[in-house]
């Protein structure tokens, strides 16, 4: 193996020196049975990221006016709280929350029907902790949504 070849795999990642022997990882969502583009493929990082900031900042705006009426250090310990319960509430009734809809996303089951209220609190608690949101698999499926069956699509 020439060292330039060897270098270019180190620098690619693991996934591209894979592929260049053979391997075919296919598209994001196809393992799921997603379609690759279009509604219900897999929702992008970049949405969802957008999805995530709009109803945390929409939370914080809610703890901060009607909840503490002006209090900032008071509004800061009810916004996680509310997050908790607004995202559980709406992915468990509707399938996506205000920020989530913006961005043109929603929550599903694996099977394509809708997160049931279980689930939904149960993926809302662990992306609170953040970490399992953190880290995904070759789908962009975090932890969260694996644990719990759950997939992000667009709508």
Known sequence: MDSREALGSWIDGPRA???????????????????????????????????????????????????????????????????????????????STLGKRLFGLRVVRLDGGRATLVQAFGRSLLLVLLVPALVWDRDSRGLHDKALGTVEVRI
């Open 17 to 95: 020196a894979a592929e260049r022997m053979g391997a075919d990882f296919g598209y994001r969502g196809e393992r799921l049975g997603l379609p690759e583009h279009g509604p219900g493929s897999i929702a992008p990082l970049g949405r969802r990221i957008g999805a995530l900031l709009v109803d945390g900042w929409l939370c914080g705006l809610i703890a901060y006016g009607l909840i503490t009426r002006g209090d900032a250090a008071q509004a800061n310990l009810w916004t996680t709280p509310l997050f908790l319960l607004m995202s559980t509430v709406l992915i468990g009734t509707a399938g």
